[in-house]
């Protein structure tokens, strides 16, 4: 059974910076495109960020995020990263990932990781 496993998340100020984590366990991400999500309180679930499992990863994030949040991977690990540097309170949230075909999520959803940015 494949679960997805996030960490990293934490309280932050702003400004500051996180590294999350994505670590699914029975399956190999190396196949697939992963995207990161978020959820914040009241709101739907909203795309952050996507890497390609091909052409050295090609990436493509939301504008809220862009130019401060980075995504990776790590096949080796089989571990998908995004780096969010100069956080604000806009971005707190639950944030998930997910192996993707197209833009349909593969697998049910983990637990996620709370990022929660206030001074």
């Known amino acids: 059974q494949v679960q997805l496993v996030e960490s990293g998340g934490g309280l932050v100020q702003p400004g500051g910076s996180l590294r999350l984590s994505c670590a699914p366990s029975g399956f190999t991400f190396t196949r697939f495109a992963v995207s990161w999500y978020r959820q914040a309180p009241g709101k739907e679930r909203e795309l952050v960020a996507k890497?390609?499992?091909?052409?050295?990863?090609?990436?493509t994030y939301a504008d809220s995020v862009k130019g401060r949040f980075t995504i990776s991977r790590d096949n080796a690990k089989n571990t998908v990263y995004l780096q969010m540097n100069s956080l604000k309170p806009e971005d707190t949230a639950v944030y998930y990932c997910?192996?993707?075909?197209?833009?349909?999520?593969?697998?049910?959803w983990g637990q996620g990781t709370q990022v929660t940015v206030s001074s």
């Open positions: 890497i390609s499992n091909f052409g050295g990863g090609s990436t």
């Open positions: 997910n192996a993707i075909a197209g833009s349909t999520v593969i697998f049910q």
